[in-house]
C-alpha cells in the first residue's frame, strides 16, 4: 500500500510540473520572453511536458497489482482445492450458456508449455462440442512460443475454474479468484484499490 501511494504523490508532483510547463510555453508564444527568443523554438519543446502530464496522469490513478499478479501461478491451498470442486459442481450451469452462445464465456485450465512450464491460464470459449471447449488463450503466457499456437481444445476434464462476464461489470463462477482473495486476506495482507475493484465484481462467486 505504501507504494500506491507513493507513486499516486509522485504522479501529482509529475503532473503539476507538467502543467507549469506547458503554461510556460503557451506564455511564450504569446508574449516570449529573452531566453525563449535566443532558444529553440519547436513544438518539440513540448514533448516534456506532455510526457509529465501523461505519466503523472497514470500514476495518479495507479491502483495497485490485481490479485493475480501477486500471487504465484502455482500457489496451492485449502481454498483453491475447493474452488476446483465448486467450478467443477456448477459446470452444467456454464455449459448451458455456452450452448446458448452468451459472449464473455471463459475456462481456466493447467497449459504445459514447450519451455515445460506449467501455467493456469483463462481462455476465451468459441464454442462446447464433445466434451470439449474450443478456446483463445486470454492472458498473455511466460512462454511465448505457446502463445502463438491460436485456438486449441480443451478437455472438459482439465477445466479448473469458469467465469461469464456480464454487460453490467459483475461475473458469475471465477470461484478460483474468489479462494485467492480467502487466501490473501488469511494471510493478514491487505487488499489494494485495484483488488478490491476485482473482488466487488465477484458478487456472484461469494
Avoid at 67 to 79: S, Y
Avoid at 100 to 108: L, M, N, P, S, W
Avoid at 155 to 174: C, F, H, K, T, Y
Wanted: hydrophobic share 40%; glycine share 8%; charged share 25%.
Amino acid at each position: 500500500m505504501i507504494r500506491i501511494y507513493f507513486k499516486r504523490f509522485f504522479g501529482i508532483i509529475a503532473f503539476l510540473f507538467g502543467l507549469i510547463l506547458s503554461g510556460w510555453f503557451v506564455y511564450n508564444q504569446i508574449w516570449p520572453t529573452e531566453e525563449f527568443k535566443s532558444g529553440f523554438r519547436s513544438i518539440f519543446q513540448l514533448a516534456v511536458p506532455i510526457a509529465c502530464l501523461a505519466v503523472g496522469w497514470k500514476w495518479m490513478r495507479y491502483k495497485g497489482k490485481g490479485i493475480e499478479e501477486v500471487i504465484r501461478g502455482d500457489l496451492k491451498c485449502p481454498e483453491l482445492e475447493a474452488s476446483i470442486v465448486k467450478a467443477k459442481d456448477t459446470m452444467p450451469e456454464f455449459i448451458r450458456e455456452v450452448e446458448k452462445g452468451i459472449d464473455g464465456a471463459f475456462v481456466k485450465f493447467p497449459l504445459k508449455t514447450p519451455q515445460g512450464l506449467t501455467e493456469h491460464i483463462w481462455a476465451y470459449v468459441h464454442f462446447y462440442k464433445d466434451d470439449r471447449f474450443n478456446v483463445s488463450l486470454a492472458n498473455t503466457l511466460v512462454d511465448e512460443q505457446e502463445q502463438s499456437k491460436g485456438r486449441r481444445d480443451v478437455p472438459l476434464e482439465e477445466v479448473e475454474d469458469w467465469q461469464i462476464m456480464l454487460p453490467n461489470g459483475s461475473i458469475r463462477g471465477a470461484y478460483s479468484l474468489a479462494a485467492l482473495f480467502e487466501y490473501w486476506t488469511r494471510q493478514g495482507n491487505r487488499l489494494t484499490p485495484h483488488m478490491k475493484q476485482q473482488k466487488a465484481q465477484l458478487q456472484s462467486a461469494t
